[in-house]
Every structure is written in C-alpha cells, then in structure tokens.
C-alpha cells in the first residue's frame, strides 16, 4: 500500500503542478453564468483524483499479475535500493516521445483544415504555461490510464483465455484514453464530426500505444516520461515555433 499512496500524492502534485495549463483550458469552455473557472477546477481536481486513487489500487493489485511495474517508484515506496538503469529508461523515454509527438504533429497536419475554427480560436497559453501539460499527462493520465486501465484491460483478456493479452488490451486503453477527450472536444468545437474524432484518435490513442509499450517494456516511470516530453512538444514547444 506505500506504492498506492505514493501514486495517490504523485497525482495530486501532478494537479497542482498543472493548474496553469488546466486553467487556460478550462476558460476556452462555455461555462454557466456565475460558476468560475477556478470552481470547476476544483470541482476536476476532486473528482479526478478520485479516479487516480482507484487506478492506483487497481494497479497496484493487478500490475504484476499483468506483467507491468513501476521498479523505482516501487522501491522508492519500499525503502529498497533504487534499480540501476534509470538515466537510459530516461533518456529513451524522453527521446521516444518527443519523436512521437513531432510524428504525430506531422500525421495531424492533412486532418486540420476539416477541423471546426473554434479550436483554433481558443484562448493559447504562453510556453511556460502550456509546458504545465507534462505534470497533467505524465503523471495524472499514466496513472490512470497505463497502471489502471491497462492493467485491468489485461488481467481481463488473460482471464478471458488470451495467452499474453498485452497488445489487445493497449490498443482498448489507448483507444479509451483518446475517446475520452471527445466530449471536452465537443464542448470547445461542437458537434463532434468524423475529423474531430479522428483527432482525438490520432493526437491520443496512437501516442498511448507507444507508452503503453515503454510501460512494459521498462516501468510506469518510463511511461510517464515519454508522455511528458510529448506534451512538452505537442502544448508548448511546436505551438511556439509554428507561430
């Protein structure tokens, strides 16, 4: 259970850290007269955390059996010696989502004209404001959707007779992960139309696929890595040098 609340605090500094971003998001919305943007915020945070906290105990019960780990997260938790290897788990983890996002920027550029103008209208953050995405991502997002859903979607496909499961089950979390953007997409652009849908995909699912692997390849921690550098990129870095 020192893993569980290590993960459960992780997310909340996670939501701190990433209140900026979340903020100017949050004010692109069509709110009700009288409710605030740092209301609903909270109203976000709150519930949000909540998520994270049951991903996390989902996680830690069903991770090992699901064949994923969080080895210095773990250990750290522990008060074990941390593993060795963590500057390459790093590095790759930084390298692979940052090529992922540039990748991804690159896939999304055909799809953008059919795209509803509102999108683009949204109020912008500046870099250091929008480079706040990574604490949202790769810290609150990992935990649910890569230690939770991931591990839940393979425990249940080996339930169901699948010999491994790992590849079907990454492609429901990503997928899952992506579809859970479309009503906040919905909200800003309107009705939702097959462009929008296929930029959720695209922008969300595809990259979770990547992380989903890093996470059993080399741990969550390389996960939550990979999807912060891509934040970086996708939120800060390539808005600001395409303006």
């Given amino acids: 259970m020192r893993l569980f609340w290590v993960l459960v605090a992780l997310c909340a500094l996670g939501l701190a850290a990433s209140a900026p971003f979340l903020l100017q998001a949050l004010s692109a919305l069509p709110l009700p007269p009288g409710v605030s943007v740092r209301t609903v915020f909270a109203v976000q945070a709150a519930q949000t955390l909540v998520l994270s906290a049951l991903a996390a105990f989902t996680g830690t019960r069903l991770a090992a059996r699901a064949g994923l780990d969080a080895p210095w997260l773990r250990a750290w938790a522990g008060r074990s010696p941390l593993p060795p ?4 788990v790093a590095i790759e983890g930084a390298a692979l989502g940052s090529l992922a996002a540039v990748a991804i920027a690159g896939i999304l550029l055909p799809i ?7 999108l683009s209208r949204a109020p912008q953050a500046g ?3 929008a480079a706040t995405s990574a604490f949202y991502g790769g810290i ?5 959707t890569r230690w939770g859903v991931l591990s839940a979607a393979i425990a249940l496909a080996r339930k169901l007779g699948a010999r491994d499961g790992f590849w079907a089950a990454n492609l429901v979390a990503a997928g899952a992960f992506g579809l859970l953007h479309l009503p906040v997409l919905a909200a ?5 139309t097959g462009a929008l849908v296929a930029y959720a995909l695209l922008a969300n699912g595809v990259p979770g696929l990547l992380f989903g692997w890093l996470c059993r390849r080399n741990g969550l921690e390389s996960a939550m890595i990979a999807h912060a550098a891509a934040d970086v990129w996708l939120h800060a870095a390539l808005p600001a040098l395409l303006a």
């Fill in 85 to 88: 290897g963590f500057a390459r």
């Fill in 188 to 192: 800003v652009a309107g009705p939702l």
């Fill in 127 to 129: 870099f250091c404001t």
């Fill in 140 to 144: 609150v997002e990992e935990v649910i």
């Fill in 112 to 118: 953008r004209p059919s795209l509803p103008a509102a």
